[in-house]
């Protein structure tokens, strides 16, 4: 009995042991499988069994083989930004389908914890291969930690004779390229609802400056059931935001150089306070300080608002709506007071140095460059190339028309609350003087104060 | 004279070593190394992990590190808690801190001891109320959160649904510096006064039914009862309810992190585990935030101090 007894637990042994190893062997051939299944999807037809000598000798033209993996961290987690990130990863994949990728969505709102993420692994000496972030000032929060892209990537691909020279001067950091910019949000944006400014009896062509704007806002609340404009101030960026146009649009855009230089006129501060101050207390929904801006979005949307200023991403969100379309149920002028201005905003892609996998994360950041990674991303996510040939027709009207005015303004200042402008810590301190004194109640000389102090550090 | 030192210092020697050996024998053997592979191996990982933790962040908060790349150990000060102290921020969070700490525990203390006296007279279904009442203790921060904030709209939010029934002006629940923190402590105390409530009701139905019966016969009112004679005995579980939500107090920072989805949490309701973790990963001001951890660790040893120090009088430690 005993002997068995013991016989029979060995082979349950041998058995448990057999079935351990296998369950095993699957987890680990579906941790490894995970980054490329997607490769094998974009392959289709080719038939292989992902036997690794077989893709690598199809593949690349320049038959160079990686083998580390690709890993790039982006906060482009939902709606317009996850479909343009998928286009420009399917892209990718389809140049280099043998490469082991991994692109990893940080959601959140504004970057909130992709860039938590990305500073605590760089702080930790954990770089990725590559990751998405403003570049300009905002890059000097991973200073001394960024790769230099200049001669393998900017020079190996002529970036610099194809990219705009103001986004070629916001990609470098202490004579280091560091970055490839990816698109090109515009700013100085009003969308409104045309049904509800011809029923106000506005002619928007006519809104030249924050006076008419104020005009006009206060005929749509006396005249129309609808609210005047929407703005989101669940966080201050949005007032940060909208408070540069009005600055820019009342005194010009050297008053904002100035401003954001470090050499701040406490009047004209003052002065677009105060119509920002009014705006906010007269003509904005009543919930303001409970949503984001996507709620703001939807207001304009379902047509409970008249306007919005906000970066044209909000045309990615407009679009994704059949029913509510350009020039039918909303249309687009400049912030008014700022024709001919292009308040620039860039995404771009950030290298950092001691990086993980150097030929992989090179060959995509060139990638990145590419007329054809450009249109891609760009189409879905509302935004616009940073190319200077590109063909419009391969971009929707609406972008197009954005393109066009991105390559022949008059003046394109760089945006405050987006990282181009001053360094993290300064946009952190206007940020915060907005948050501390601009939610209502709205204390203007205290919001002023607050402001000349963070640009005068 | 020299040999003879020689040799005492020698048979010296092996006396030690002999006396060593067999101590070392003797400590191998017992009870506690013998046993060590049992307690040792979880308390060297939470020395690592927790204690190891606390250590190094310790260290950090008086150095200058910030940004990329490492601590340097040179020069330690306590220039970061200096800083801390005389910051308006700090001084403004600590304040919440404290206003968050005192009043969402003292309501949720009294809303649950009523609701447990309640369900103790032995109401009607008072076990599905007890569920009912339990439930949103059993949701996630992130859930409630986004609950609360659709209530606190205020233009949609049932809140102000109610407000302006009632011929009131709508309130900017979140939106209004003084306010805000009243909102967030009313929401967490509807999460929590569960809690307090299920603790008492434990306490009460502990108590035997003869007191009550001879303080009726005594000729006491209901009022008195409770008051003298019942709510007395619920000591124990008030420290206890108390500990647990002063503790969740201080880590209020799930639900306005949930509230808000970013660091930066509504004007007003800014505690110190928001403007930690706000300085350390939007800024990298890893020393700063370091020293910030530190303190919030030393409130919270101050909660939990006197608790541990009135179990041990007690003998329950």
């Known amino acids: 009995m005993a002997e068995h ?71 482009w987690a939902g709606g317009d930004g996850e479909a343009a990130v998928t286009a420009l990863i399917e892209a990718f994949e389809e140049e280099h389908p043998e490469m082991d990728t991994n692109f990893q969505a940080v959601g959140a709102s504004a970057n909130v914890n992709l860039n938590a993420t990305i500073l605590r692994r760089l702080a930790n ?50 004579d280091k390229m560091p970055a490839v910019p990816i698109g090109s949000h515009r700013m100085n944006n009003l969308f409104y609802n045309p049904a509800v400014f011809e029923e106000a009896g506005i002619d928007a062509s006519s809104l030249d400056s924050v006076d008419a704007l104020l005009d ?62 009014t705006i906010n207390e007269n003509y904005i929904t009543a919930d303001a300080s409970s949503i984001s801006f996507t709620t703001a979005g939807q207001k304009v949307i379902s047509g409970k608002a008249a306007t919005i200023h906000q970066g044209n991403w909000v045309y990615g969100m407009f679009r994704a709506d059949d029913s509510f379309n350009y020039k039918e149920q909303w249309d687009w002028i400049p912030f008014p007071g700022t024709e001919g201005i292009y308040f620039y905003h860039v995404d771009s892609i950030v290298a950092p140095s ?73 946009m952190g301190a206007c940020k915060t003087a907005f948050g501390d004194n601009f939610m209502g109640p709205f204390k203007v000389e205290a919001t002023a104060d607050a402001l000349i102090e963070a640009v005068s550090e | 004279m020299a040999t003879h030192d020689n040799t005492e210092h020698v048979s010296d020697a092996t006396d030690e070593a002999v006396g060593w050996e067999s101590k070392l024998q003797y400590f191998l053997n017992s009870d506690f190394v013998r046993s060590a592979p049992y307690w040792g191996i979880p308390f060297v990982l939470m020395s690592i992990a927790v204690y190891g933790g606390i250590g190094y962040n310790f260290a950090i908060s008086f150095t200058d590190y910030e940004g990329l790349g490492t601590p340097d150990y040179s020069v330690l000060d306590l220039e970061m808690y200096a800083q801390a102290l005389s910051s ?111 603790v008492y009701l434990a306490g009460l139905q502990s108590i035997p039914d003869d007191q009550f019966e001879a303080a009726r016969v005594d000729g006491a009112s209901i009022t008195r009862t409770y008051l003298r004679i019942i709510v007395p005995q619920l000591k124990e579980a008030s420290v206890s309810a108390a500990v647990v939500l002063m503790v969740f107090a201080l880590k209020a920072f799930t639900f306005l992190y949930a509230l808000v989805g970013r660091y930066r949490p509504p004007n007003g309701t800014d505690i110190l585990a928001t403007l930690m973790v706000r300085r350390a990963f939007k800024f990298g001001e890893w020393a700063y935030s370091a020293a910030i951890a530190t303190m919030l660790l030393v409130m919270a040893l101050g909660v939990i101090g006197p608790y541990l120090y009135y179990q041990y009088k007690q003998g329950s430690l």
């Open chain 1, 5 to 75: 007894g013991c016989s029979d637990e060995s082979v349950n042994r041998r058995k448990y042991l057999k079935a351990l190893s296998v369950g095993a062997a699957a987890g680990l051939a579906g941790c490894t499988g995970g980054g490329g299944s997607e490769t094998e999807a974009t392959e289709g037809g080719s038939g292989s069994d992902g036997s690794g000598g077989d893709t690598e000798t199809g593949g690349d033209s320049s038959g160079s083989t990686w083998d580390s993996q690709l890993e790039v961290l982006h906060g």
């Open chain 1, 125 to 174: 000496n954990n770089p990725m291969s590559s990751f998405a972030n403003w570049p300009g000032k905002n890059l000097e929060r991973y200073s001394g930690a960024l790769m230099d892209l200049e001669a393998d990537v900017w020079d190996a691909e002529g970036f610099k004779d194809t990219m705009q020279s103001r986004a070629v001067e916001m990609c470098k950091l202490n």
């Open chain 1, 216 to 277: 006009a806002l206060e005929t749509i609340d006396q005249n129309t059931d609808v609210t005047p404009m929407a703005q989101a101030m669940v966080a201050p960026w949005t007032n940060l935001q909208l408070w540069a146009q009005i600055l820019t649009s009342q005194s010009g855009v050297e008053a904002y150089t100035n401003f954001i230089e470090g050499n701040p006129d406490r009047a004209a501060v003052v002065e677009a306070l105060e119509a920002l101050k």
């Open chain 1, 354 to 426: 001691n990086n993980p996998s150097r030929e992989e994360t090179i060959a995509w950041q060139k990638f990145v460059g590419s007329k054809k990674a450009q249109i891609a991303f760009n189409n879905p996510k509302g935004s616009v190339p940073l190319r200077t040939d590109i063909d419009p027709s391969e971009l929707t009207d609406f972008l197009a028309m954005t393109y066009e005015d991105l390559t022949d303004s008059e003046a394109y200042p760089p945006t405050i609350a987006h990282g181009l402008a001053v360094t993290p810590k300064t």
């Open chain 2, 88 to 198: 308006d921020a700090f001084i403004a969070a600590a304040q919440n801190n404290l206003v968050l700490l005192v009043g969402f525990t003292t309501i949720c203390l009294v809303l649950g001891l009523f609701l447990a006296i309640l369900l103790d007279h032995g109401i009607r279904f008072s076990e599905k109320f007890q569920t009912v009442y339990l439930l949103p203790m059993s949701l996630s921060f992130v859930v409630t959160a986004q609950l609360w904030l659709w209530m606190f709209n205020v233009e949609s939010g049932i809140l102000n649904l109610v407000v302006t029934t009632l011929g009131f002006n709508p309130v900017d629940w979140l939106g209004n510096p003084s306010i805000a923190l009243g909102a967030v402590i009313f929401a967490l105390i509807w999460q929590f006064s569960g809690y307090t409530m299920v």
